[in-house]
């Protein structure tokens, strides 16, 4: 299954976000953070090398740009 996974940089996010990415390899989660004041990308850069993740920089309020990324990857939750 794919999972989008928002504020993931954030405290509580990233550790969730190593949680499952570490427990479920066989999922594939997306992280999408805007890195305003609570998202440090430091909490998450070391899952860049998980091939069940990637990360994604940008503002869950851009309608647009969450239309776009929802036709692109097609997630299941």
Do not use: Q, R, W
């Amino acid at each position: 299954m794919k999972f989008l996974v928002t504020g993931g940089a954030g405290f509580i996010g990233s550790n969730y976000m190593h949680y499952v990415v570490n427990k479920y390899p066989k999922d594939y989660f997306v992280c999408l953070d805007a890195l305003t004041y609570a998202g440090n990308y430091n909490n998450i850069k070391d899952l860049e090398s998980k091939s069940n993740y990637k990360f994604v920089h940008g503002d869950i309020t851009d309608e647009e740009f969450i239309n776009e990324l929802f036709d692109k990857e097609n997630f299941d939750v």
